[in-house]
């Protein structure tokens, strides 16, 4: 039988801490839980025998359907996790509301109209209020998808606002050319390379790729006008020019309904469900770890990154995801 010594297994140890980040680790010797469905944790005792219940949901980081893979994890994909929670909560007769808490940057155009064309689902089918909260971000897609629920809750210090669209390009030909280096596609039509980074835009290229943008443009600024009837028309034009705004300003601009912080979206969304006390539930994955309503969103507890200046970057494929498409995303310059 081999033999360690105490070194040895210290080094093994915090290899093994390196690899799955700090924080508290869990070792699962014997019978554990085979699946992951999502399971309901009492956060905010009512302290009532059989109350309702208000679900907490997150969406966290970058809106794409995509899996959002970190090192040692499976990832998870936000469109089907979100699904995933409304479904639960929708299941549940004990749930009469729900706090759809946002911290996201925004997405991929298809991928934030899909959330929130299931937020409004949830909405219709089952007639239960959705009181959004807004945290250190909900711009660009993340307010898109705000803007399904039927009350909007921003802390004073949140960004939000980013009402626009993102189509990144890039070329390197001119490097490649001064090296001696020539791009050739063959084609189907001249249309075919529009964007490549191999190629240069011509006016005709841009001039498609600008009516995507309007198109995808246009459909966000339908969504907000729906959602936000009472924004004073005269300051229109400066609420949907792109810019980003504090949780404050958007209240006084009428971008959403009151400027609180998590207890005041509880009681406004047991107010819309007509209740005078019920519990406040958080789903998560069995095994994670609940102890406050503000634990590490525990749905997406698969995922793990860096948020560079507000922008969260995950390892692994989402970073090959944001490479192309249009977006609904708030992306400050990076150093």
Same mark, same amino acid.
């Given at each position: 039988?081999?033999?360690?010594?105490?070194?040895?297994?210290?080094?093994?140890?915090?290899?093994?801490?390196?690899?799955?980040?700090?924080?508290?680790?869990?070792?699962?010797?014997?019978?554990?839980?085979?699946?992951?469905?999502?399971?309901?944790?009492?956060?905010?005792?009512?302290?009532?025998?059989?109350?309702?219940?208000?679900?907490?949901?997150?969406?966290?980081?970058?809106?794409?359907?995509?899996?959002?893979?970190?090192?040692?994890?499976?990832?998870?994909?936000?469109?089907?996790?979100?699904?995933?929670?409304?479904?639960?909560?929708?299941?549940?007769?004990?749930? !009469?509301?729900?706090?759809?808490?946002?911290?996201?940057?925004?997405?991929?155009?298809?991928?934030?109209?899909?959330?929130?064309?299931?937020?409004?689902?949830?909405?219709?089918?089952?007639?239960?209020?959705?009181?959004?909260?807004?945290?250190?971000?909900?711009?660009?897609?993340?307010?898109?998808?705000?803007?399904?629920?039927?009350?909007?809750?921003?802390?004073?210090?949140?960004?939000?606002?980013?009402?626009?669209?993102?189509?990144?390009?890039?070329?390197?030909?001119? !490097?490649?050319?001064?090296?001696?280096?020539?791009?050739?596609?063959?084609?189907?039509?001249?249309?075919?390379?529009?964007?490549?980074?191999?190629?240069?835009?011509?006016?005709?290229?841009?001039?498609?790729?600008?009516?995507?943008?309007?198109?995808?443009?246009?459909?966000?600024?339908?969504?907000?006008?729906?959602?936000?009837?009472?924004?004073?028309?005269?300051?229109?034009?400066?609420?949907?020019?792109?810019?980003?705004?504090?949780?404050?300003?958007?209240?006084?601009?009428?971008?959403?309904?009151?400027?609180?912080?998590?207890?005041?979206?509880?009681?406004?969304?047991?107010?819309?469900?007509?209740?005078?006390?019920?519990?406040?539930?958080?789903?998560?994955?069995?095994?994670?770890?609940?102890?406050?309503?503000?634990?590490?969103?525990?749905?997406?507890?698969?995922?793990?990154?860096?948020?560079?200046?507000?922008?969260?970057?995950?390892?692994?494929?989402?970073?090959?995801?944001?490479?192309?498409?249009?977006?609904?995303?708030?992306?400050?310059?990076?150093?």
């Amino acid at each position: 039988m081999a033999r360690y010594s105490l070194a040895s297994w210290c080094c093994l140890s915090l290899v093994v801490m390196g690899l799955i980040g700090c924080g508290p680790a869990t070792f699962v010797v014997g019978l554990a839980p085979g699946g992951q469905k999502l399971t309901a944790t009492t956060v905010e005792p009512d302290g009532r025998l059989g109350s309702a219940r208000v679900a907490l949901i997150d969406v966290t980081g970058l809106i794409t359907n995509t899996d959002q893979a970190g090192i040692l994890s499976a990832g998870y994909n936000p469109v089907s996790t979100l699904v995933e929670a409304l479904n639960a909560a929708a299941r549940d007769p004990k749930v !009469a509301a729900v706090v759809l808490r946002i911290n996201s940057p925004g997405g991929t155009v298809t991928a934030s109209d899909m959330m929130y064309r299931e937020v409004k689902r949830f909405r219709e089918a089952t007639e239960k209020p959705v009181v959004v909260l807004m945290m250190d971000v909900a711009a660009s897609g993340g307010y898109y998808l705000a803007c399904a629920g039927d009350h909007l809750v921003a802390y004073p210090s949140s960004i939000t606002g980013s009402i626009g669209v993102v189509l990144q390009t890039v070329t390197v030909k001119p !490097a490649l050319e001064r090296i001696g280096i020539r791009a050739d596609a063959i084609v189907s039509g001249p249309n075919k390379a529009t964007g490549s980074p191999l190629e240069n835009l011509d006016p005709d290229q841009r001039a498609i790729l600008q009516q995507l943008v309007d198109s995808f443009y246009a459909d966000f600024v339908q969504v907000v006008r729906l959602s936000r009837p009472e924004v004073d028309p005269d300051t229109w034009d400066i609420v949907t020019d792109g810019r980003v705004f504090t949780g404050q300003r958007a209240y006084e601009l009428g971008l959403v309904d009151a400027v609180g912080d998590l207890h005041d979206a509880f009681a406004r969304a047991k107010q819309l469900a007509d209740l005078e006390h019920a519990d406040l539930v958080l789903y998560h994955r069995p095994l994670d770890y609940v102890a406050t309503p503000y634990s590490r969103a525990p749905v997406d507890s698969a995922s793990r990154g860096t948020q560079i200046n507000l922008l969260q970057v995950n390892l692994g494929r989402e970073i090959a995801a944001a490479q192309a498409g249009a977006y609904y995303l708030w992306q400050p310059e990076l150093p």
